[in-house]
Each structure stands twice: as C-alpha cells, then as structure tokens.
C-alpha cells in the first residue's frame, strides 16, 4: 500500500553533515508517524528518530539528540533526517519507516508497518 525510498547515502568525514530524504507513495494519506532506524554490520537495528503527522513532534535516540534533526513535508509526501556532527559510530544502513496510525511509543520497530530498503551512511574518522 505504502513504498518508501530513501536518498542521501554518502561518505563523509568526522563532524560533517548529510540529509537523508525518504520518498513515499502510493497510499500516502494513511501514513501517519514515521521515524528513522538504522543499522550496522552485525548489529541489531536501532531508533534514531520519529516524528509525528502533523510534524509538531519530534523524537530522537540519546545518542543523537542535538545533532540530528527529523523533519516532514507531507504535501511532498517526504521525510528528512538532517545529520550534523557526524561521528564514525553512526556509520550504518539508514531505513526510513511509517506507521499506520498514531502510535505512542515511537522507537518501537513492531509500531511501523513500512519499510524503506534502507541507505549506506558511512563516516570516516
């Protein structure tokens, strides 16, 4: 019902930046939340950050509260994560989600019934 492809993948140094861009489509109107998980090289996946429909809440991992920022255009039908201080840890595959109603709890994987493929972010040091 729902596709998401994400965009941005790159390689970047210590304290650089990167956007990551998640396109949507098809039955967009029954996305609601959608957040941003990510994953490395034998590693389980992990929260980074949410954001709810209308946009005007946001929720971020500890680990990247204050450097990352998650953000919407719903009439573009696209979310973003603006990533600034990059550290080599958080080199990994960046997957967009959406979930199909409101949801609560917003780290939580079981919560999100769509899945991007996923995006290689890798930071040199």
């Known amino acids: 019902q729902v596709q998401l492809v994400e965009s941005g993948r790159g390689l970047v140094q210590a304290g650089g930046s990167l956007r990551l861009s998640c396109a949507a489509s098809g039955r967009t109107f029954s996305v609601y939340a959608m957040g941003w998980f990510h994953q490395a090289p034998g590693k389980e996946r992990e929260f980074v950050a949410a954001?709810?429909?209308?946009?005007?809440?946001?929720y971020y991992a500890g680990s990247v509260k204050g450097r990352f920022t998650i953000s919407r255009d719903n009439a573009k039908n696209t979310l973003y994560l603006q990533m600034n201080s990059l550290k080599p840890e958080d080199t990994a595959v960046y997957a967009c989600?959406?979930?199909?109603?409101?949801?609560?709890?917003?780290?939580?994987?079981?919560?999100?019934?769509?899945w991007g493929q996923g995006t290689q972010v890798t930071v040199s040091s």
């Open positions: 954001i709810n429909w209308i946009g005007g809440s946001t």
């Open positions: 989600a959406a979930a199909r109603a409101g949801i609560g709890t917003y780290y939580r994987e079981d919560l999100y019934a769509y």
